[in-house]
């Protein structure tokens, strides 16, 4: 099971944090720890809770941290939904799929239909030469690196 303190500290790694508002790599409005403003915005409960819907003005850390743990319940709820195999997966490979679904959306990941359906058949190496041999490795390099050397070895790679 994903552990929220690991994933947010993961997921601050590979997406950096911005307290002002950025355009990510894709374009998109963004904010704090990777929250795609545009196709991610917020709910009216985070409206209620932040106090404020206007985030032109920037947002504090533990805003950032606020909208992340929510980010990544709703990013395991959709693995969970999407991916028939991901609550057999051990802790380690579902880590790999919520930052990927993270970062590009669960849609995006699903896109991924030969490294998925090597991993969940459990041959691992070859989900990771699927993910290294992607478009979307060759954009963010590094990161790739890392989530594909752990789903080869089922360990995290810094």
Not at 5 to 16: D, I, M, N, T, Y
Not at 60 to 88: G, H, M
Request: glycine letters at 6%.
């Amino acid at each position: 099971m994903i552990d929220e303190f690991e994933a947010v500290q993961r997921l601050s790694l590979h997406e950096g944090i911005r307290l002002q508002p950025y355009r990510c790599p894709s374009g998109y409005l963004s904010i704090g720890v990777g929250r795609n403003l545009e196709t991610n915005p917020l709910s009216y409960e985070e409206i209620k809770i932040l106090g404020r819907r206007d985030l032109s003005k920037g947002i504090t850390r533990q805003e950032a941290f606020f909208l992340l743990r929510r980010d990544i319940k709703k990013t395991v709820e959709n693995c969970q939904s999407k991916i028939p195999f991901f609550d057999k997966l051990d802790d380690e490979r579902q880590y790999v799929l919520v930052d990927l679904a993270f970062n590009m959306g669960i849609n995006g990941l699903l896109k991924f239909k030969k490294m998925l359906s090597f991993l969940g058949a459990g041959n691992y190496r070859q989900a990771s030469v699927e993910l290294l041999s992607s478009k979307y490795a060759s954009q963010v390099k590094l990161r790739a690196e890392r989530l594909a050397a752990s789903l080869r070895s089922g360990k995290w790679h810094w």
